[in-house]
Antibody
Framework: QLQLQESGRGLVKPSETLSLTCSVS??????????WGWIRQPPGKGLEWVGT???????YYNPSLKSRVTILLDMSKNQFSLRLTSVTAADTAVYYC??????????????WGQGTLVTVSS | DIQLTQSPSFLSASVGDRVTITCRAS??????LAWYQQKPGKAPKLLIY???TLQSGVPSRFSGSGSGTEFTLTINSLQPEDFATYYC?????????FGQGTKLEIK
């Protein structure tokens, strides 16, 4: 059974960098049918796709986050990470990591981590 | 960006009822649409993908239909555990986007 677990600092100061790691167990992040992504949810609000990375290292980011976001893979640790620079209060959210499975005429986020709340505050 | 509009945003129903939630896309997304269920304090759970394929382990009272720009999620014979918030998501093109959510409450 695939499992994903987010970790990282829960409190970040404005203008600093948010850094989170997603540890994957029960499967390999180098699987060619899978992508890995981050989705966030501000308190009391809806879901927002942050970005996705493929095993090859190709990345796709939400343009709303402009050049502030970076997603990386660490094959040796079976982990992937999120880095969001110059954060503001608007980046306060629960951050989820998830697996995106891609098949014939199908794409879906089928496994999710439990989520981690990151608060941006001085 | 492709906009997804869910209706209704709030829905009140009773155990045993049949409910339908609609998701409309601002442009053609073929069948790259997924439905998720989210309960308070929990991660979203995949229910339906490719517009109409039931995820493994999801009860058969959940069903999805549609293609192009209009999609529906139907729940037959509502159970107490079905009261939650439901989101649609398009995965046809980047940036992937979600609907605003439909909160299903007990009448």
């Amino acid at each position: 059974q695939l499992q994903l677990q987010e970790s990282g600092r829960g409190l970040v100061k404005p203008s600093e960098t948010l850094s989170l790691t997603c540890s994957v167990s029960g499967g390999s992040i180098s699987n060619r049918t899978d992508y890995w992504g981050w989705i966030r949810q501000p308190p009391g609000k809806g879901l927002e796709w942050v970005g996705t990375i493929y095993y090859s290292g190709s990345t796709y980011y939400n343009p709303s986050l402009k050049s502030r976001v970076t997603i990386l893979l660490d094959m040796s640790k079976n982990q992937f990470s999120l880095r969001l620079t110059s954060v503001t209060a608007a980046d306060t959210a629960v951050y989820y990591c998830a697996r995106l499975t891609s098949g014939w005429r199908s794409r879906q986020f089928d496994y999710w981590g439990q989520g981690t709340l990151v608060t941006v505050s001085s | 960006d492709i906009q997804l509009t869910q209706s209704p945003s709030f829905l009140s129903a009773s155990v045993g009822d049949r409910v339908t939630i609609t998701c409309r896309a601002s442009q053609d997304i073929t069948s790259y649409l997924a439905w998720y269920q989210q309960k308070p304090g929990k991660a979203p759970k995949l229910l339906i993908y490719s517009a109409s394929t039931l995820q493994s382990g999801v009860p058969s009272r959940f069903s999805g239909s549609g293609s192009g720009t209009e999609f529906t999620l139907t729940i037959n014979s509502l159970q107490p555990e079905d009261f939650a918030t439901y989101y649609c998501q398009q995965l046809n093109s980047f940036p992937y986007t979600f609907g605003q959510g439909t909160k299903l409450e007990i009448k």
